[in-house]
Each structure stands twice: as C-alpha cells, then as structure tokens.
C-alpha cells in the first residue's frame, strides 16, 4: 500500500458527460501529480500540484482540469468526455525534496475510466 | 512524451534464473525510478537511484545508472513467477517554479515461467 488513495476505482460514464476522480496524498506529501496511462500513448504526465498551487503542466487537455484543496487533497475534472478519454488515471505523490536528488514519487491504485 | 526507453519490450525466462531491463534517456535527470506494475494495476515503487549514485541494491532488484551514456538497467535475480508484470523506468527532473516531475518509458513485460 503506497499510502495514496485514488476514488472511485472504476466508473463507466457516456460520451460528452463529466466526471471527477479524487485523491488523497500520503500524509505529509505536498506534491500531488496525474497521469494518464492509454495503451496508445503509455503512461503521460497531466498536472502537478504543490501545496495548492500548480506547478507543471503536462499533456493535459484543456478539457481536463485539476485542483489541489487546503487539505491537500486533488481533484481531477474531466469533461465533454470521448472515446478516447478512456484510460487508467492515475495520482502520485511526493514529500519536498530537501536536496536535488529527489525524493521517490508514489502512485495510488488508480482510477479506471471507459467511456462509452 | 516518452523520456526513456526500455529495452527489452517484452522478456521471457524461467523461473530462477536472473532478468535484465535496460532503460536509456536523453536528458538530463536528478533521479531515475523504477516501478512494477501487474496487469492493470497501480504501479509500484521499486527503487530509485540518483544521478551522483552508480548502482544500488534492494533485496533481489540491482539497479545501475551510467549518466555518462544515459543508461540505467534494473537486474532481478533468482526470479520468480510472481515477477511476472511490466517494469517501468521513469526519470525525475527539477525544471524552473519547483516542478519535479517523472517521464516514463514504455515498459518491459517480463513473464516469468514456472
């Protein structure tokens, strides 16, 4: 158990339609990143969130928005839903990195999504 | 996009005997991770070694990092069934504002036969 928990699990949802995935990072991690894996595109990098602000923008669609709450809990909002939206979604977390070297970045379970 | 590269895409071998993945990159990084995922599931921090390391052990896992020629191989000896899953590197970077962010190969799927 990595310690970040990702709901729901699953969800099956239609074309056009919005969803929203949670997350909740390990205790103490300031850092909360998404990802999305596809079988076409592998695994890609969306948002990072530091302490609430974002941090890095990745390969996120503008259709996709994330925020990060005072709790430190992320929110992933994906909307007018396609096809190709279908993926296993991911959300990762990190303590602060006290020196260059990085710190390891851990991933929940992931949250499955098909649309139909 | 995709940073690293794995290599081998896919590695079949029999249980006990020992399994390299090889993974290049082509920039410059301040760690490279490594995470095992079984089919479909979440994915699973292995190790990480930074890039002023050379090699690191953890348990059955051996990982090298050669920044020189921006290669890293993760070795898994006496391998057995349940190792079975795609192995992915992922390497870590600091960029300007604070952002610190993984990119990820395409995996190796490693069966292990019983």
């Known amino acids: 158990d990595s310690g970040v928990t990702q709901t729901p699990k699953h969800l099956i949802t239609a074309t056009g339609q919005r969803v929203t995935l949670r997350c909740s990072p390990r205790s103490g991690d300031l850092s909360v990143y998404w990802y999305q894996q596809s079988l076409d595109q592998g695994l890609q990098f969306l948002i990072q969130?530091?302490?609430?602000?974002?941090?890095a923008k990745g390969n996120i669609l503008e259709r996709f928005s994330a925020q990060q709450f005072p709790d430190l809990h992320s929110e992933l909002n994906l909307s007018s839903l396609e096809l190709g939206d279908s993926a296993l979604y991911f959300c990762?977390?990190?303590?602060?990195?006290?020196?260059?070297?990085?710190?390891?970045?851990?991933f929940g379970e992931g949250s499955w999504l098909t649309v139909v | 996009s995709q940073q690293g590269e794995e290599d081998p895409q896919a590695l079949s071998i029999q249980e006990g005997e020992n399994a390299t993945m090889n993974c290049s990159y082509k920039?410059?990084?301040?760690?490279l991770q490594w995470y095992r995922q079984n089919s479909g599931r979440g994915l699973v921090h292995l190790i990480l070694i930074r890039s002023n390391e050379r090699e690191k052990h953890s348990g059955r896992l051996r990982v090298t990092l050669d920044t020189s020629k921006k290669s890293s191989s993760l070795l898994i000896t006496a391998s057995r069934a349940a190792d079975t899953a795609s192995y992915f590197c992922?390497?870590?970077?600091?960029?300007?504002?604070?952002?610190?962010?993984?990119?990820f190969g395409k995996g190796t799927k490693l069966s292990v036969i019983p």
């Open positions: 992922a390497t870590a970077a600091f960029s300007g504002a604070g952002s610190y962010q993984l990119t």
């Open positions: 969130y530091y302490n609430g602000e974002e941090r």
């Open positions: 920039t410059s990084i301040n760690n």
């Open positions: 990762a977390s990190s303590a602060v990195a006290r020196y260059r070297g990085g710190n390891t970045i851990y």
